[in-house]
T-cell receptor, first 109, second 116 residues
Framework: GQNIDQPTEMTATEGAIVQINCTYQTSGFNGLFWYQQHAGEAPTFLSYNVLDGLEEKGRFSSFLSRSKGYSYLLLKELQMKDSASYLCAVLDSNYQLIWGAGTKLIIKP | GAVVSQHPSWVICKSGTSVKIECRSLDFQATTMFWYRQFPKQSLMLMATSNEGSKATYEQGVEKDKFLINHASLTLSTLTVTSAHPEDSSFYIC????????????FGPGTRLTVL
């Protein structure tokens, strides 16, 4: 079966750095997405990785290792507004998006 | 760019009534639209995928006769929950693709449905 694993919840301090991991086992791979979802709102697109390596976009970076079926989202200089759920999703061989359950990130002052 | 709207934002209805939710891509033509349902503290559950002018593809376990999807144009898709019951109460979110560099999905703001 297809499976995406990410931690259920993480806590970090304002101004610090946090890494949210995602491991996947899917039938084929056509890219991995990270989305941010604030409570009661719809997800918003953060990043897309299809090749191995690190993609940096401001305070957020996303890393992919296809051989390990592994990705992480790195958030730097954490702000209170970064408190949200972060969803990892993989595009499988049929170009269907397989969603992880999301990681709830709690930022403390 | 890549804005997706949903209407209504929230709706409360009586059991047995039907509810229609509209999803529009405001500034781009969406080749594909998706309908999701999300229960509290759970991840997104894809209900169906639709392309303009063709029948929607429903995920396993989703009743096509209960959740009617009409994708009439490249900018509009509608989801009708027929004969709604309290267990249909959920957060319904649509998304559209066709604009982004990575064919990513752009999400509407969601519709919170409460069936009494």
């Amino acid at each position: 079966g297809q499976n995406i694993d990410q931690p259920t919840e993480m806590t970090a301090t304002e101004g610090a750095i946090v890494q949210i991991n995602c491991t996947y086992q899917t039938s084929g791979f056509n890219g991995l997405f990270w989305y941010q979802q604030h409570a009661g709102e719809a997800p918003t697109f953060l990043s897309y990785n299809v090749l191995d390596g690190l993609e940096e976009k401001g305070r957020f970076s996303s890393f992919l290792s296809r051989s390990k079926g592994y990705s992480y989202l790195l958030l730097k200089e954490l702000q209170m507004k970064d408190s949200a759920s972060y969803l990892c999703a993989v595009l499988d061989s049929n170009y269907q998006l397989i969603w992880g359950a999301g990681t709830k990130l709690i930022i403390k002052p | 760019g890549a804005v997706v709207s949903q209407h209504p934002s929230w709706v409360i209805c009586k059991s047995g009534t039907s509810v229609k939710i509209e999803c529009r891509s405001l500034d781009f033509q969406a080749t594909t639209m998706f309908w999701y349902r999300q229960f509290p503290k759970q991840s997104l559950m894809l209900m169906a995928t639709s392309n303009e002018g063709s029948k929607a593809t429903y995920e396993q376990g989703v009743e096509k006769d209960k959740f009617l999807i009409n994708h009439a144009s490249l900018t509009l898709s509608t989801l009708t929950v027929t004969s709604a019951h309290p267990e249909d109460s959920s957060f319904y979110i649509c998304s559209a693709s066709g604009q982004g560099d990575f064919n990513e999905q752009f999400f509407g703001p969601g519709t919170r449905l409460t069936v009494l």
